[in-house]
C-alpha cells in the first residue's frame, strides 16, 4: 500500500511539472471526480492549485483568466488565421475604424481578391458595397453585436458580429461572420429540377420512345415521300427532344464523376487545345493562352471528360455570339488563394446586363434553337468537382472564372 501511494504521489508530481511548463495560464474542473486544478499567475512566481472536493469547486478556484491575455491581440489573429482558413463562411476581423486585420479564405475567394493585399484596407473594399449596406460597419456604429441578421444586397446569406473591447471599453475588434445561403438556393433549385425531371423522364421519355419505334415500323408502308419526311423530320426531331431530356436529368440527378489527378496547364494545351485547334481555323477564331508556371506544380482532382464538355460548351457558345470577322478568345490559368482559376474570354459583343443573371437556369436561352441546358450543365459539372463558376460580361466581351481546388504533385 505504501509503494502504491509513493507511485500516486510521484505522478501528482509530474503532471504539477508538466503544468508549470506550459506557457498560459489555465483551469481544468473534473466534476464527475470533484476534482480541480488551476495554474495563474503569483505575486512572485507562477503557482499550480490542486483542490479535491466532492462535486465542489473551491472558491478560490474560479479564476477569471484569459489564457492569451498576455499576447499582443495581432499574434492571436495569426494563430487563428489558417485554423478560419478551414471555415467554410466568411470571416473578417476589422478595428473600430472598419480597417481589415484578419480575412479568412472562403471570403477572399469569393469576393475575388488576394486575401493578404486586403489586410490593413478597409472593408468597403473587400465587399465593394456601400457603407450603409454594410452589417459590420453598422455594428461598429451602434456599438452593439448583430445576431443572425438576413443580408439581401448582391450577397444573400446571414451575418453575426461579435466585439472585443479594449480595457476602456472601445471597440478592438468586430468578429464578422457571414454564412452564405446562395449554395442552399441553387440546392433547392436543382431539387424541383429534380423532381421536373423525373416527370418529364416518365411522362414524355417513354412515348416518345414508342412513337418513334411504330415510325420506324410503318415506313415500308407508306409512299417514298412520307417516308423521307420521317427520316429527314420526324424521327431526328424526336431524337432531339429525346437529347434534351438527357441532358436535363444530367443537371438535375448527380452523375458520377471519374475523377483522375492532372495537371490543368497541360489539361489546357494539349487536350483541350488539340480540340479547340481545328474548329477555331475553321471558324476563323484566334485562341490564345496565358498560362502560370506555378500551376506546373500542382495536379487537380477532375473527369477530364467532363471538364472537356464544360469548355467546348464555352467555345460553342462563344462562336454562335460571334458578329466580327475575326473572334479572339483567351484561356488563362492563375494559382489564386491555393486554387486554379480559369478564365475563359472572348471580344464577343457581350452578355446584356438584363439577363446575365438567368444564364445558368435551366431552359433560358436567347437563341432561336438552343435549349437553354449547356451552360446549366456546365455549372453542374464544376460543382461536382467541388469549385465554382461565374460570369461577368459588357459591351467589350465575355468572361466565365472557373475555379477548382488544387494540391501539390506528389512528385515534388
Same mark, same amino acid.
Do not use: W
Given at each position: ?138 455594428? &461598429? ?10 443580408? $439581401? #444586397? %448582391?450577397?444573400? @446569406? *446571414? =451575418?453575426?458580429?461579435? !466585439? ?61 415521300? &412520307? ?10 426531331? $424526336? #431524337? %432531339?427532344?429525346? @437529347? *434534351? =431530356?438527357?441532358?436535363? !436529368? ?80 483567351? =484561356?488563362?490559368?492563375? !494559382? ?77
Amino acid at each position: 500500500m505504501e509503494k502504491k501511494i509513493e507511485e500516486l504521489e510521484k505522478e501528482v508530481q509530474f503532471y504539477k511539472h508538466f503544468a508549470q511548463q506550459l506557457p498560459f495560464t489555465f483551469q481544468f474542473t473534473d466534476y464527475s471526480l470533484g476534482m480541480a486544478m488551476a495554474k495563474k499567475r503569483g505575486t512572485a512566481e507562477t503557482e499550480i492549485r490542486f483542490d479535491v472536493a466532492t462535486h465542489q469547486i473551491p472558491a478560490e478556484l474560479h479564476l477569471d483568466i484569459d489564457p492569451i491575455s498576455d499576447l499582443p491581440f495581432e499574434k492571436v489573429e495569426a494563430f487563428l488565421s489558417p485554423i478560419l482558413d478551414l471555415v467554410p463562411h466568411h470571416i473578417v476581423f476589422v478595428d473600430g475604424n472598419g480597417i481589415i486585420t484578419l480575412c479568412n479564405l472562403q471570403a477572399a475567394n469569393d469576393t475575388g481578391v488576394d486575401r493578404d493585399e486586403m489586410i490593413g484596407k478597409h472593408i468597403r473594399d473587400l465587399l465593394k458595397l456601400p457603407d450603409e449596406l454594410i452589417m459590420t460597419l453598422k455594428s &461598429i456604429e451602434k456599438n452593439e453585436p448583430i445576431y443572425n441578421q438576413e443580408v $439581401l #444586397d %448582391r450577397y444573400y @446569406g *446571414i =451575418i453575426n458580429t461579435r !466585439l472585443i473591447r479594449n480595457e476602456d471599453g472601445s471597440i478592438k475588434r468586430v468578429i464578422s461572420m457571414f454564412q452564405s445561403l446562395n449554395l442552399m438556393k441553387e440546392t433547392e433549385k436543382l431539387a424541383v429540377a429534380g423532381r421536373i425531371a423525373a416527370g418529364i423522364a416518365h411522362e414524355i421519355r417513354n412515348p416518345l420512345t414508342t412513337v418513334r419505334g411504330y415510325l420506324q415500323f410503318f415506313k415500308n408502308e407508306l409512299p417514298d415521300r &412520307i417516308v423521307s419526311l420521317i427520316d429527314k423530320l420526324l424521327i431526328p426531331e $424526336l #431524337d %432531339r427532344a429525346n @437529347g *434534351i =431530356i438527357t441532358d436535363f !436529368l444530367n443537371i438535375a440527378k448527380p452523375s458520377e464523376v471519374k475523377a483522375e489527378k492532372m495537371n490543368i496547364n497541360q489539361f489546357i494545351k494539349e487536350d483541350l487545345g488539340i480540340l479547340l485547334h481545328s474548329e477555331a481555323l475553321l471558324r476563323d477564331i484566334e485562341i490564345h493562352y496565358y498560362l502560370d508556371e506555378r500551376l506546373n506544380n500542382y495536379d487537380i482532382e477532375a473527369d477530364k471528360n467532363q471538364l472537356l464538355q464544360v469548355f467546348l460548351n464555352l467555345f460553342h457558345n462563344a462562336v454562335e455570339a460571334k458578329v466580327k470577322k475575326t473572334m479572339r478568345i483567351s =484561356i488563362t490559368s492563375k !494559382l489564386h488563394n491555393n486554387i486554379v482559376q480559369i478564365f475563359f474570354c472572348d471580344d464577343g459583343p457581350g452578355i446584356p446586363p438584363t439577363i446575365i443573371d438567368y444564364i445558368f437556369d435551366p431552359f433560358f436561352s436567347t437563341k432561336e434553337t438552343g435549349t437553354g441546358l449547356g451552360l446549366s450543365l456546365s455549372r453542374k459539372i464544376i460543382e461536382l468537382h467541388k469549385g465554382t463558376m461565374k460570369v461577368q460580361s459588357n459591351e467589350t466581351g465575355t468572361c466565365f472564372l472557373i475555379e477548382l481546388p488544387v494540391c501539390i504533385r506528389a512528385s515534388l
